[in-house]
């Protein structure tokens, strides 16, 4: 079955700052790669998703992502992050029978 | 629009109880899925069913069953409840995928429950 890996486990960040998530899957088959975020005591939301085509998805909110299939990447990248941004951020891999996910990352962003 | 809805959204339960957690969806997804949330571990899949009458474990299935007798319906059974099964329990809906199992996943908005 296919697996997720997010690095970053916490990130806190300034208002303004850039944001990059890592995320590396491990599936040896065609995927279709998302991420979700999750804002405190709410259900999880889709952000962006890749099927095919071109690498770079662009989501809501200004947030983006590269797939880099010989990295087996798909790391989320914001240019300028808000305090709204604070939330978990999770990285998801679809393979022929279910989706699975990564751990997460906690985006702290202050004011 | 209700999407996919959830029942209950929070649950206290003794060690070796029972119970149903709900779950319905009124968007027509063929697949469906179960999910538990704990922290620092992400969301790990349970059960998981592609159509009526077919369902499949997922991680971690242990403790848990389900059964799909309808598109619509897909409910959580915890047999005998025990301490490590406290988590939040997310469900899920999805319409197929294009080289995927699923496309975008739909989600409720969670049942907490906590076994004592």
């Known amino acids: 079955a296919q697996s997720v890996s997010q690095h970053n486990h916490h990130v806190i960040l300034s208002e303004a700052a850039s944001l990059e998530l890592g995320c590396n899957y491990s599936?040896?088959?065609?995927?279709?790669l998302f991420w979700y975020v999750q804002y405190p005591g709410q259900h999880l939301q889709l952000l962006l998703k890749y099927f095919s085509g071109d690498p770079l998805v662009k989501g809501i909110k200004g947030f983006e992502a590269e797939f880099i299939k010989s990295k087996f990447s798909f790391n989320l990248r914001k240019p300028s992050v808000q305090w709204s941004d604070t939330a978990e951020y999770f990285c998801?891999?679809?393979?022929?029978?279910?989706?699975?996910f990564g751990a997460g990352t906690r985006l702290t962003v202050k004011p | 629009n209700a999407g996919v809805t959830q029942t209950p959204k929070f649950q206290v339960l003794k060690t070796g109880q029972s119970m149903t957690l709900q779950c319905a969806q009124d968007m027509n997804h063929e697949y469906m899925s179960w999910y538990r949330q704990d922290p620092g571990m992400g969301l790990r899949l349970i059960h998981y069913s592609v159509g009526a009458g077919i369902t499949d474990q997922g991680e971690v299935p242990n403790g848990y069953n389900v059964s799909r007798s309808t598109t619509e319906d897909f409910p959580l059974r915890l047999l005998s409840a025990a301490p490590s099964q406290t988590s939040v329990y997310f469900c899920a809906s999805s319409s197929p995928g294009t080289g995927g199992a699923t496309g975008e996943l739909f989600f409720g908005e969670g049942s907490r429950l906590t076994v004592l």
């Open positions: 599936y040896g088959g065609t995927v279709n």
């Open positions: 998801a891999v679809n393979g022929p029978n279910d989706m699975r």
